[in-house]
Every structure is written in structure tokens, then in C-alpha cells.
């Protein structure tokens, strides 16, 4: 579906705004404004305002509220790739999961993002 994206500049930009669509859903389904969000939180841009393609971050995000920061990282490797931990930035907790494109690893993102969120909730 994406499989240009970092050849593909409008390939790119569509692939940002899907996992923005996809964040937005999830903080939808817990009644989580997204007004207590900034996304994207990791700069997307080198100092020349020219856009940084290169899927480190394809999406970030960090809660207004508790300093919690959730990333992507896609890669385009030729095998699948799902990698997910827990990280600090800052001092604050960060969700980060490395993976490549495909339907089964966008689901499990979105799990874990998802049980992320729940504890951003209870936080």
C-alpha cells in the first residue's frame, strides 16, 4: 500500500496521516481530546524546513497532561519486522515501536497503542 513511501514524497505524506488517523482513532474510542496532544512531538524537518523522509519517526506524539510520548518507526526491510518497548525521553515514559508495513503488524500497533492509551487514562 505504501511500499514507495521513501521514494515516494506524497506516498510519504500519506503515510504520516494514516498513522495520524490511525492515533486519532484510538484517542476517539477513549474520549481523549486531541487537544491534549502535540503531534507530531519528534521534529519532522532538517534546519532548511525540508521534510525528513526517512520513517524515524514516521509518527510521535506526547500527552499534554502527563509528558508520555508514543512513536513509530518504519522501516523498509525485506523481512517483517515488529519490535515494541518502553523507553525514557526526558524523563518521560515513551512507547516505541520499530516495524515494517503490513496489515497484521498496523494491527498489533494499534493494540499496542491502544493499552498504551488505557494507561495514559488511568495516569
Known amino acids: 500500500m505504501f511500499e514507495d513511501y521513501l521514494e515516494n514524497s506524497k506516498t510519504y505524506l500519506a ?3 494514516y498513522w495520524i488517523q490511525l492515533f486519532c482513532s484510538i ?3 477513549h474520549k481523549n481530546s486531541l487537544d491534549n496532544w502535540i503531534i507530531p512531538f519528534y521534529n519532522t524537518c532538517f534546519s532548511n524546513q525540508e521534510k525528513d523522509m526517512d520513517g524515524n ?3 510521535s506524539a506526547k500527552s499534554k497532561q502527563t509528558g508520555r510520548i508514543v ?3 518504519q522501516t523498509n526491510c ?3 519486522v515488529l519490535e515494541v518497548w518502553e523507553d525514557t525521553f526526558d524523563g518521560n515514559e515513551e512507547l516505541v515501536i520499530y516495524l515494517t508495513w503490513s496489515t497484521k503488524n498496523v494491527d498489533k500497533a494499534r493494540s499496542f497503542i491502544d493499552d498504551w492509551l488505557k494507561k495514559e487514562i488511568s495516569c
Open 27 to 29: 484517542c476517539d474510542e
Open 57 to 59: 519517526s514516521i509518527f
Open 15 to 17: 503515510l504520516e496521516q
Open 71 to 73: 512513536r513509530i518507526i
Open 78 to 80: 525485506d523481512e517483517e
